[in-house]
């Protein structure tokens, strides 16, 4: 025969043609694409809904602490590196922090405000109702320190630090329990043995994590030492002048205790900005980690569409040696499996993106308060490990297509 | 057109070797309309399987237009499948979610032909065939010859020089096998090379040269002194 043969490859397949035909054997296996789909979906949704919880939480830890009240550094007593076993936060010390103590501290140029805390916990009784409470002594320095409001009445007044007053304020819920819808501004209650004026209620604040502040009754911090009969504070709160006057404030407080203290550093300053940097990175690891879990299910689900795939291969082999027959070499024939597992995992991904954005409105709006959004790393990332999961584990299926042999494979009908 | 020169083809069935094909010599010249006839076993289906580079000898050289296809990788080798040969089976091997249109479309995709273009030419393809009707049918709405000339003008579509068919009729009825064969016959007539594997001696006795083989080899070349 006379005309040379063409050496040369001829087009591609255009890619649009791809398209439709991955498109024509997807729909053409509606279960089978089904279930890879809701494999995929669900891998998708469970990486960007777990991630948004961690999420969630790490703001929640955040918004509590700065609930707090601002540029805060607390003193322990206790040293944290001499002490060695439990922390500090317990309570153990080698030697007590005093009121004289917080009141040294306002030497400093750096310290705006000193607030004293005594914690102890007695019975509070009004009429013939009693709640067991947590007692916190302080100073009127507390209210300013602890960024609280009030609801009735005001808070402990100024005035000289060693007097103990016969008054308290109470926690919101505290007062609820004691007093029911009764007005308790003036009323006496007894706390211990000792009788108080309720002289202020707290707003319903809520948590402040050491401390479930609507629980309290607040007393000036006198009248906690002879309540309790001791002198030792369960911590100092100080507020330093700005954010940029902690680390001087941290200094400063040290300094100032080791003198008071024979030249001991026997007391340990956290400052909340660190406090919150832990959280912060806490909070973090643990997205990270419970993402990387949720990315373990888009593994399987990359695993299951394998399978599936393979399974493709074997029930459409008959169609796999046509194309041969028909003249795809097997590179285009892998290139269609190939394209086949990405549109699916795309069109899964996608899916999985709009379960997740469901699901976080649902839980914006059972836990309002509860600050859930995916960080935008998240849906990415997902996307992202869908696709590459899908491709990854249609590179055995399309080559396998890709290699098999036409006689075998048009031999059964 | 076609020259193979000794080929052997066997096959390993458990330690045993199976030979399929012996010593093959075999000449096709453009045009010629040719049947391959013998038992089953013979080697007949092996043989197209070599004739469509579906499959490769062990041993001998397959020239293919002047050109030796006997060693070429899966790319020149798809290549030459795509534009210069067609096949058709006893099966049909159409693909079932897809209509007539697109079947036979189908090559013409994967060589990357514009739509309109392809368009233009499937519908012309199915209108010769008499299934213009019936080209938005998927192939479980279509009568077996239907389906076979769907197959055929798929077959056809890429203008090839060379037909290899395998059992056409194999597994028709009668009045279809009969439509078939005309339809194969008519393009031998436009002047494409027409390889047809076929144990019915009444179809293989229509065509003008014929090979019977037995056992692997051979037995018998109606054209054999035909050739040069």
């Known amino acids: 025969m006379t005309g040379a043969l063409r050496t040369t490859a001829g087009p591609m397949m255009k890619s649009n043609d791809v398209v439709r035909f991955c498109f024509g054997s997807l729909a053409g296996y509606p279960l089978r694409t089904g279930l890879m789909l809701l494999a995929m979906s669900i891998g998708v949704a469970a990486v960007v809904l777990l991630t948004a919880l961690g999420e969630g939480a790490r703001r929640y830890v955040t918004q509590q602490f700065s609930s707090m009240g601002t540029h805060l550094l607390i003193v322990l007593p206790g040293r944290s590196e001499t002490v060695g076993g439990p922390p500090p936060l317990l309570g153990q010390t080698p030697r007590d922090l005093t009121v004289e103590d917080a009141q040294a501290l306002t030497r400093s140029s750096a310290v705006r405000r000193v607030a004293p805390i005594m914690v102890g916990s007695a019975p509070v009784a009004y009429g013939n109702r009693t709640r067991e409470a947590v007692i916190l002594g302080s100073t009127a320095q507390m209210y300013a320190v602890r960024d609280l409001t009030m609801a009735q009445g005001r808070f402990i007044p100024e005035g000289d630090i060693r007097r103990a007053e016969a008054v308290c304020v109470l926690g919101h819920k505290l007062k609820a329990e004691l007093f029911g819808a009764d007005a308790p501004l003036g009323r006496f209650v007894r706390i211990g043995q000792r009788r108080f004026r309720v002289i202020g209620v707290l707003t319903r604040k809520g948590q402040s994590l050491s401390v479930d502040i609507s629980d309290v009754a607040i007393i000036p911090v006198a009248s906690a030492t002879a309540l309790f009969n001791r002198s030792s504070l369960f911590r100092i709160m100080v507020q330093a002048q700005g954010r940029e006057a902690i680390p001087r404030a941290r200094q400063a407080i040290l300094q100032i205790l080791r003198e008071r203290h024979e030249g001991e550093d026997d007391v340990t300053v956290i400052t909340q900005d660190a406090l919150l940097a832990t959280f912060d990175r806490i909070f973090k690891a643990l997205t990270l980690a419970v993402g990387g879990i949720a990315a373990i299910s888009l593994g399987v689900a990359g695993i299951l569409i394998m399978n599936v795939m393979l399974i493709a291969v074997s029930q459409r082999t008959g169609e796999i040696g046509l194309l041969k027959a028909v003249g795809a070499p097997g590179r285009q024939i892998s290139r269609l499996f190939f394209s086949e597992a990405a549109m699916l995992s795309m069109v899964g991904a996608m899916l999985g993106l709009l379960i997740a954005l469901a699901g976080q409105w649902v839980l914006v709006r059972l836990f309002p308060e509860f600050p859930i959004s995916a960080p935008l790393w998240a849906p990415i990332a997902a996307v992202g490990v869908a696709l590459g999961t899908g491709l990854l584990f249609s590179v055995l299926p399309a080559r396998r297509a890709a290699r098999m042999d036409p006689v075998m494979a048009l031999s059964r009908r | ?228």
């Open chain 2, 1 to 228: 057109m076609i020259r193979l020169e000794n080929i052997e083809r066997t096959f390993q069935v458990g330690d045993e070797q199976v030979y399929a094909l012996r010593q093959i010599n075999l000449t096709v010249r453009v045009g010629e309309y040719l049947s391959i006839m013998g038992p089953s076993g013979s080697g007949k289906s092996t043989l197209l399987n070599i004739l469509g580079l579906l499959d490769r000898p062990d041993k001998g050289v397959y020239h293919l237009d002047g050109r030796d296809a006997t060693h070429l990788d899966d790319r020149p080798q798809a290549e030459l499948r795509r534009h210069k040969i067609g096949f058709i089976f006893q099966f049909f091997h159409l693909i079932p979610r897809l209509t007539a249109t697109e079947n036979v479309e189908l090559p013409l995709t994967l060589a990357g032909v514009a739509p309109a273009e392809r368009k233009q030419r499937v519908m012309a393809a199915l209108a010769e065939l008499g299934l213009a009707d019936r080209a938005r049918h998927r192939p479980d709405q279509l009568s077996g010859g239907q389906r076979q000339r769907v197959a055929i003008a798929r077959a056809t579509i890429m203008r090839p020089a060379l037909i290899l068919a395998d059992e056409p009729t194999g597994n028709l009825d009668r009045a279809s096998g009969q439509e078939v064969i005309q339809t194969i016959e008519a393009l031998n007539a436009q002047g494409m090379t027409i390889v047809m594997v076929t144990h019915d001696p009444e179809l293989g006795g229509r065509t003008r040269r014929q090979v019977r083989m037995n056992d692997g080899r051979i037995a018998h070349d109606s054209g054999a002194d035909d050739e040069k």
